[in-house]
């Protein structure tokens, strides 16, 4: 396998496990409070407005562009990560939200030319491609897989 089909399918697995933990609840269980003071209707928001800016930036990228757009700044995740929350669909319409910005982060991913990524064999970084995948998707599941997993078997428990 390249590089990028590694990359893409060390996301794809990340995505089935997560969303196969989730994709039986009910609505109601989207706004149970359980991650400090979001539920997972806003968790998947989040997650889902930063696969819409990163896809974004695989564009950019993709042009020659830097990711970022002028006079954006992502130093700062807290506030993108409440404005993200904020726009929070209700109950299973969040889950539907959330698979079509994968979709889209995904496909802008693929799109992205095999040579950016990998690591660089000079400095041994990882290329650009492995960098967006990891922060908003890869190292996103790995961050949330956790805490997902506990509010599952708590619900299970109950």
Known sequence: ??????????????????????????????????LGTWNLSQLLAHMAGWY??????????????????????????EPWNQRFAAAALPGR????????AYAAYRA?????PEGLYGNDPETGRPRIGNRLLQGAG??????HQGELDAWLAARRRA
């Open 108 to 112: 802008a991913a693929e799109a992205l």
């Open 138 to 143: 890869i190292g996103h599941f790995e961050e």
């Open 52 to 77: 819409r800016e990163i896809a974004g930036a695989f564009e950019r990228v993709a042009r020659g562009e830097r990711p970022t757009p002028p006079g954006v700044d992502y130093s700062d995740p």
């Open 1 to 34: 396998m390249s590089a990028k089909s590694d990359a893409l399918a060390t996301l794809d697995e990340r995505y089935r496990r997560f969303r196969a933990g989730i994709a039986g609840l009910d609505d109601a269980a989207f706004a149970e409070t359980w």
């Open 93 to 100: 319409a969040a889950l539907e939200d959330w698979d079509a």
